[in-house]
């Protein structure tokens, strides 16, 4: 597994931006696949946007298209999520995810990740 630890959350004005980080440490293999996943109060975690860390490809949810873009520093071991035209919707716990390897299943199955930070909170207020 992978240690990971997010940063970069904050409260904001709706149209707004932030950049969240999260750092990966303590791990033998580089993940596969890393993701940001967000949980608002009272609904289930769901995907925000995921990478192949090896191909670069990346994948977005329908909601967040456009807005947030997903990229990683490999030389600092750093994933991060810029998040841009921020609306009040996107309010959440933000949490990093890391996975091992590839299969055949929907990017944001969760079971695919192994790995979870503790969370950053992101707050847009209108």
């Known amino acids: 597994q992978v240690q990971l630890v997010e940063s970069g959350g904050g409260s904001v004005q709706a149209g707004g931006s932030l950049r969240l980080s999260c750092v990966a440490s303590?791990?033998?293999?580089?993940?596969?696949?890393m993701a940001w996943f967000r949980q608002a109060p009272g609904k289930p975690r769901e995907g925000v946007a995921a990478?192949?860390?090896?191909?670069?490809?990346?994948y977005y949810a329908d909601s967040v298209k456009g807005r947030f873009t997903i990229s990683q520093d490999n030389a600092q071991n750093t994933l991060y999520l810029q998040m841009n035209s921020l609306k009040p919707a996107d309010t959440a716990m933000y949490y990093c995810?890391?996975?091992?390897?590839?299969?055949?299943?929907?990017?944001?199955?969760?079971?695919?990740?192994?790995?979870w930070g503790q969370g950053t909170q992101v707050t847009v207020s209108s």
């Open positions: 995810a890391a996975g091992p390897g590839p299969s055949g299943r929907p990017w944001f199955t969760q079971e695919r990740y192994n790995s």
């Open positions: 990478m192949n860390t090896v191909s670069g490809n990346r």
């Open positions: 303590e791990y033998t293999t580089r993940p596969y696949l």
